[in-house]
């Protein structure tokens, strides 16, 4: 059975009321909260106050103060599911099914929803959260077709597919975005740079390399997925798009799966941006071409 410490410890370091009496009596959650050990947050809820105020402790708590059948939404959703391309903001959003009216509560804002079961609610990070198709189809209407594309590509290296999109992809509101996006990705599932480098590279003669392909160390765990790869060169290439220059985990993520390409699986990985697409095209495909054309003859040798 799960302790008080291990369901703070889960919840971020907060704790509803009915966990509490659930285990303490009343004198004696009354006599923490005097003595400051508990810190109340919403009605009903509160920090202990051995754990640190975190965004994510946060969304723990704003779940508890709504209670069962709550989920978070919107850009709390992202945040939860790890997507860092959106940033947090308050109040925090969370969704309901419709049935239920919970009272206003500073700092949490409640949406209704007669579309509960299409949310298909999921769990990230410890936190309710609709799935991935989901939440991308609730920021649609809040958020540009830019940021909203790199979202969905942040989610697609989450493992996403964009078939999963369409059924939100309806004339309700964001839905006529997001249909856009899902169009804009669609020769691609992973970056939409790469509607300007494939067919270069087409034309160029250069088209014997696998797109989206998935690298495995030797003992079978994925590496990452690179954009194309000229597998008889052991050459990759990776296009980087908004969201890399703007996410620094993500940068550091990708340095770090650079190095376990070149070290464990010999490849060597060429990256580019947008100003490289955009401005320097043939420059990119003569790199390109010099790469395979070194590592080909060098295999060979």
Partial sequence: MET???????????????????????????????????????????????????????????????????????????????LTTVQPVSPIDVVVPYRRVPRPMKGIRIHRTRRWSQLAV?????????SLAATAARLAPD???????????????RGLDLDDLAPYATDRPGGPTLRRVIESLRISRKSALERILFPALAAAGLDEFTRNAVVRSSSGDVIEEVDALFDHARVAVQLDGWAFHHDRSRFQRDR????RLAVETGLVVLRFTHRDLTQHLPDVVAQIRRAVDDRTTHQAV
């Fill in 4 to 82: 008080l410490d291990q369901l703070t410890a889960r919840q971020y370091g907060h704790l509803s009321h009915e966990q509490l009496r659930a285990v303490l009596s009343r004198h004696t959650v009354r006599r923490r909260r005097t003595r400051g050990l508990y810190i109340p947050v919403h009605r009903r809820v509160i920090r202990v106050a051995s754990h640190q105020e975190t965004e994510f402790g946060g969304y723990a708590a704003a779940l508890l103060a709504v209670g069962p059948d709550g989920a978070l939404d919107g850009r709390a959703a992202a945040r939860a599911h790890g």
């Fill in 256 to 259: 770090t799966n650079q190095n």
């Fill in 122 to 130: 999921t769990e990230a990070n410890g936190l309710a959260v609709p």
């Fill in 143 to 157: 958020i540009n077709a830019v940021l909203l594309t790199d979202v969905v590509q942040d989610m697609l290296r």
